[in-house]
C-alpha cells in the first residue's frame, strides 16, 4: 500500500478489493464440480459482497458522503491483490493464488487499521483482517484436502448440502 494515500483512499482501494474478491470467488465455484465444496465457494463470494458494504458504510460515515467513494485512477494495489493475473482452471492454482491474497488482504487491512483516525475505522480495519486470516486458514485447509483427495473434488457426490 502506498504511504501517501488517505485513509478514505485506502477504504476506497478496500472497496474495489472486495469487489475484485467477490468476482474472483464466483469464478472459483464455477470451476468446481462437487456441490459441497461449490457452496463454500459461493458463500465466500457473498461473504465479499457484505464486506464491501461494510467498507461503503464506514467510507460515507467517514466522508459525510451519501454513496461509495469514486474509483481512485490508476491501478495501486488493492486488498487482495485486484483481479486474478491469469485465467486457471486448476483448483490448486486457483486455491494457492486465493491463499496469497488472503494473506495480502489481512496485511493491506493491518496497516490500514494502524493509520486510522479514529477507534471505529481502526476497529473495523482490524475486523476485515481478522477475517481475511479466517479465510487464508480456510483455504489452506481446502488445498490440503483437495491434494489428499482430488477425485473427490472432481465428483458430485451424493451427500446432502448442509451449508459452507
Given amino acids: 500500500m502506498k504511504d501517501d494515500l488517505t485513509l478514505l483512499e485506502v477504504i476506497g482501494l478496500a472497496i474495489r478489493s472486495e469487489e475484485d474478491a467477490a468476482e474472483f470467488y464466483g469464478s472459483i ?22 464486506h464491501r458494504q461494510m467498507l461503503v458504510d464506514l467510507y460515507k460515515r467517514m466522508s459525510g458522503e451519501k454513496g461509495a467513494p469514486p474509483r481512485i485512477p490508476g491501478s495501486p ?13 486448476a483448483l490448486e492454482d486457483l486455491l494457492s493464488h486465493a491463499i496469497s491474497r488472503e494473506v495480502e488482504a489481512n496485511d493491506f487491512y493491518r496497516k490500514a487499521a494502524a493509520r486510522a483516525i479514529d ?10 483482517a481478522d477475517i481475511e486470516h479466517g479465510h487464508e486458514l480456510m483455504l489452506r485447509s481446502e488445498l490440503e484436502a483437495y491434494l489428499r483427495d482430488r477425485d473427490w473434488y472432481a ?3 451424493d451427500v446432502q448440502l448442509v451449508g459452507p
Fill in 119 to 128: 477507534n471505529n475505522s481502526r476497529r473495523t480495519l482490524e475486523y476485515l
Fill in 29 to 50: 465455484s464455477k470451476v468446481i464440480n462437487n456441490e459441497l465444496v461449490r457452496a463454500k465457494y459461493e458463500a465466500l463470494a457473498k461473504e465479499e459482497v457484505g
Fill in 77 to 89: 494495489a488493492t486488498a487482495e491483490g485486484g483481479k486474478p493475473p491469469f485465467e486457471a482452471d
Fill in 155 to 157: 465428483e458430485k457426490p
